[in-house]
């Protein structure tokens, strides 16, 4: 089946890091996200990328930085991680034009800074 | 930017009850409404969704209203099932060139048996 995937799962490491967190897609979908999820507030976006040649601000992109590789994989970079970047992100994807809305969404990854 | 208000944050139904998780938005261009829902250690997936065009959606047990007017919707969850315990998210976007979704903050629902 046609899937979102994120490599890693989990993941600690230590304040100053650089750290890559990587989201790969088999679904042929033109759009990709980055989201962070914290207990009771819901999920912010950090960026999207509507192709290759096209990255965008969300919410809170501030600390993080993303690179679209390839149609079916998009990056997400904390150059140098801090405590309070410990959170469970999500990568997404949809349809492009045409399409509906319907996000789909890959397992998630763990991160622990200390 | 898009504001999206949900409550409550947490919601207890005994078994066989119905839930309610109602939402707000800011943006009047809005025209698309997801629900998704976390089960405990998973991805969100969607569950239903609809647009402004309609004003009510239904699929099975559950149902999603839409009041443009008053910029809110609701998701309702009939004849509850302690499989229905997750987390309920409702988001909302423009269906333009951007289609962000700004998600609310959840709604943790627990179904009782």
């Known amino acids: 089946d046609a899937d979102v995937t994120q490599t890693p799962r989990n993941r600690i490491t230590k304040t100053g890091k650089r750290i890559m967190l990587e989201c790969s897609q088999t679904k042929g979908h033109d759009r990709m996200y980055w989201y962070r999820q914290d207990p009771g507030l819901g999920l912010q976006l950090i960026y999207y990328s509507f192709d290759v040649k096209d990255i965008n601000k969300g919410e809170i992109s501030d600390g993080y930085s993303v690179s679209r590789q390839a149609q079916a994989k998009f990056s997400l970079s904390l150059e140098s991680a801090i405590p309070n970047q410990t959170a469970l992100y999500f990568c ?21 800074v200390l | 930017g898009e504001n999206v208000e949900q409550h409550p944050s947490t919601l207890s139904v005994q078994e066989g009850d119905s839930a309610v998780i109602k939402c707000t938005y800011s943006d009047s261009a809005s025209n698309y409404f997801p629900w998704y829902k976390q089960e405990l250690g998973k991805r969100p997936q969607l569950i239903i969704d609809i ?15 839409l009041n443009k007017t008053a910029k809110h919707f609701s998701l309702h969850i009939t004849e509850t099932q302690p499989e229905d315990s997750a987390v309920y998210f409702c988001a909302a976007s423009y269906s333009g060139s951007a289609r962000q979704l700004t998600f609310g903050s959840g709604t943790q629902l627990t179904v009782l048996p």
């Open chain 1, 92 to 112: 997404a994807t949809s349809g492009g034009q045409g399409a509906n809305n319907e996000q789909f969404f890959g397992p998630g990854t763990r991160l622990t």
């Open chain 2, 51 to 65: 647009r402004s065009n309609v004003g009510e959606k239904k699929d099975q047990r559950i149902a999603v209203t």
